[in-house]
């Protein structure tokens, strides 16, 4: 677990903020990667780290959104990291959007790593107090955007958009508008 835990701080030392909310999100995530005895685990009560990807088609012009089951909102694939991943956040990214889009993914060449980082609130459930995912935000790429559907555990639907389609579909989230503006640049770069 150590080394988990060193390869998430160093993660979390070398990532650069892009505005005031996600430095001060950065900065409770760094507190809580000193603080939390098992910080991948979901099992910690008060907050645990969990992975989520920008999914993009091959020429960077089309992005997933998710219906999120639970949640009822638009959302970029994520969830969990588990015990495979080891720690390490880009794989429990990688896996969660391929368990949630059906695409073999990988890392976009050119992106940060990680993209963005955000900590949001998840309401309490009948069987889970409220508690604070510490999401590690990864750009990637769909190799086979065709094969796309969507894990009826997990969300009622899945869709390919255009950026200003996805944009308009997640209305006043700021974190989450900040983590799409930041992947579209990257895919515009190239």
């Known amino acids: ?67 999120h089951g639970k ?10 990291a588990e015990e495979a991943d080891a720690g390490r956040m880009e794989d429990s990214a990688l896996r969660e959007a391929r368990e949630e889009t059906g695409c073999r ?7 940060p790593r990680p993209l963005d980082v955000d900590v949001h609130t998840i309401p309490a459930r009948k069987d889970e107090a409220e508690h604070q995912h510490l999401d590690v935000r990864y750009l990637v790429v769909a190799e ?10 997990e969300s009622t639907g899945a869709q390919w958009l255009t950026w200003d389609e996805a944009l308009a579909r997640v209305g006043e989230d700021a974190p989450l508008r900040r983590l799409l503006e930041k992947a579209r640049a990257v895919v515009r770069a190239g």
């Open 1 to 67: 677990m150590n080394a988990s835990l060193d390869s998430l701080r160093a993660l979390l030392s070398h990532h650069v903020p892009a505005d005031a909310r996600e430095r001060e999100d950065l900065e409770r995530m760094r507190r809580f990667a000193e603080e939390l005895e098992q910080p991948f685990s979901r099992a910690q009560p008060r907050a645990h780290f969990t992975g989520s990807a920008v999914v993009v088609d091959p020429e960077g012009t089309r992005v997933v959104l998710l219906l």
């Open 71 to 80: 949640l009822k909102r638009w959302l970029q694939p994520g969830g969990h």
């Open 105 to 111: 993914v990988v890392l976009h060449p050119r992106a």
């Open 144 to 153: 086979n955007p065709e094969a796309l559907v969507h894990d009826p555990h």
